[in-house]
């Protein structure tokens, strides 16, 4: 609760930072200091001390995943902010309201980790997607941005249309809004609660852009300010998929046997959708919005394996792929050419920068000794725990054997290619946070216990 009020109020405060404060640089250090309050109050929370004593009526039930969650979503703001703060002043000429966005989206995130009721998870997606499609189109400039923007908002409300509808099937069937296992448990489910769970199914594989509803994802991500589409693509999809979780864990449990297919069909779909199409890509960010539907597969299996390995797996692995995608959004965002060739002979200008770039592809390849590596192993062992997941669990390996391949042709033009790239202008605190991104992730592929011990104590 503490991490819900908080964002919302610091959203309402850097809204008016934009009248009050006119250098830059004050509203950015307002945002970074708002994101690290954030961050303290919730580890104090997970702790015992709560600010904020609201009675939810069991609509909302802050447990030690959900906390927990939240504490690696803001950490990951927070490393988001230092690394990409600055960049935001090219977009336009709005800045403190970009900041109040994303506070906001916080503030959503936080509805969507802990939702106990259908109709708070409503609310959540829609304080998430609502200021998504605004910082989608915040470069009035640029004709694709503004297209980006159009296609998010139309696709999106259809999704939302999905989920109100199976939102209120599912009341139909049941007679309440309410997630508890007890209360959807059927021996004979009938045709409404079936035909609710599957459409809350496509709607929730839209927002998480699992195949085949996808087809947004490349155009929005591509068509969006870079500095932007790094939150959507990391902090964003993790909550999503964190949601997805909890609703088919908390709400569709004793249902499994209905919807595991579903989600194995939809699993290996978006895995070889992902990886075969990021091959031909030849634009950088583009292959980084096919790469982020590879990705999605992967965290798919979570959802399909639901035991405690999937649940430990989906926390290590939403923290490796978030640090490593929001290091490489960030370097891209200050370059000029996102094509492979503008990454021609980087290694030489700029080792430091390379060398971190290397770690952050060699994580989300799944090389050993990342963090990207651990959280893929902990996705495969939870599904091969599963009396049928064996194939999905080979299949899942193949793709990511495949998905080596575009990762390393950014490494070998870095270091194999010549070529006159240029290294992006930088600030100490830029690479001193990048350095420290790149560390983490190494030191969490080694000893991934630094993260899950918190889980537990």
């Known amino acids: 609760m503490n991490a819900l009020i908080l964002s919302a109020v610091l959203g309402v405060v850097m809204m008016f930072s934009g009248i009050l404060l006119k250098q830059k640089s004050a509203i950015r250090n307002l945002a970074i200091a708002g994101i690290l309050l954030l961050l303290v109050s919730n580890i104090l929370e997970t702790y015992g001390t709560v600010f904020f004593k609201v009675n939810t009526e069991g609509m909302m039930y802050f447990d030690r995943f959900a906390l927990f969650f939240n504490t690696i979503v803001l950490l990951s703001t927070l490393l988001y902010l230092l690394l990409t703060a600055r960049d935001m002043e090219k977009v336009g000429v709005n800045y403190a309201e970009y900041f109040a966005l994303i506070f906001f989206i916080l503030c959503g995130i936080t509805l969507v980790s802990s939702f106990k009721s259908l109709l ?53 069937a049941r007679g309440t809004f309410s997630t508890e296992g007890a209360n959807l448990v059927t021996d004979k489910p009938s045709a409404l609660l079936l035909a609710g769970m599957i459409l809350l199914l496509f709607s929730m594989s839209f927002k998480a852009s699992a195949a085949p509803f996808h087809f947004w994802t490349p155009d929005v991500y591509d068509g969006a300010p870079t500095v932007f589409t790094s939150f959507m693509a990391t902090i964003v999809k993790a909550a999503v998929f964190i949601a997805f979780i909890r609703l088919f864990d908390e709400a569709f449990g004793t249902l499994r046997s209905q919807w595991q297919l579903w989600i194995a069909v939809i699993t290996a779909a978006t895995l070889f959708i992902g990886n075969i199409t990021a091959v031909f890509q030849q634009s950088v960010k583009r292959m980084l919005a096919y790469s982020s539907i590879a990705q999605a597969g992967f965290m798919l299996l979570s959802l ?146 630094l993260l899950l011990h918190w889980f537990y104590f």
């Open 120 to 172: 708070i998870l409503f609310l959540g997606i829609e304080i998430i997607s609502i200021p998504l499609y605004i910082l989608t189109g915040t470069d009035k400039r640029n004709l694709k941005s503004n297209e980006a923007s159009l296609k998010y908002l139309l696709l999106g409300a259809f999704s939302t249309g999905l989920m109100l509808m199976g939102i209120a099937l599912i009341y139909g």
């Open 304 to 449: 399909y394996a639901m035991n405690t390995d999937a649940k430990e797996g989906i926390l290590l692995y939403v923290t490796a792929y978030s640090f490593a995608t929001i290091g490489i959004f960030a370097v891209l965002a200050k370059m000029n050419d996102y094509t492979f060739d503008g990454f021609n002979g980087l290694a030489q200008k700029d080792p430091l920068l390379a060398g971190s770039l290397t770690v952050f592809l060699l994580s989300l390849a799944g090389i050993p000794l990342t963090a990207g590596f651990l959280a893929k192993f902990y996705m495969l062992k939870a599904t091969v725990a599963t009396p049928q997941g064996l194939w999905l669990a080979i299949f899942a390996i193949l793709m990511a054997a495949v998905s080596v391949y575009y990762y390393f042709r950014v490494i070998q033009a870095m270091y194999f290619k010549e070529g006159d790239a240029k290294a992006p202008e930088t600030t100490p605190v830029f690479r001193w946070t990048l350095v420290i991104l790149a560390a983490l992730i190494i030191l969490l592929g080694i000893f991934p216990d």
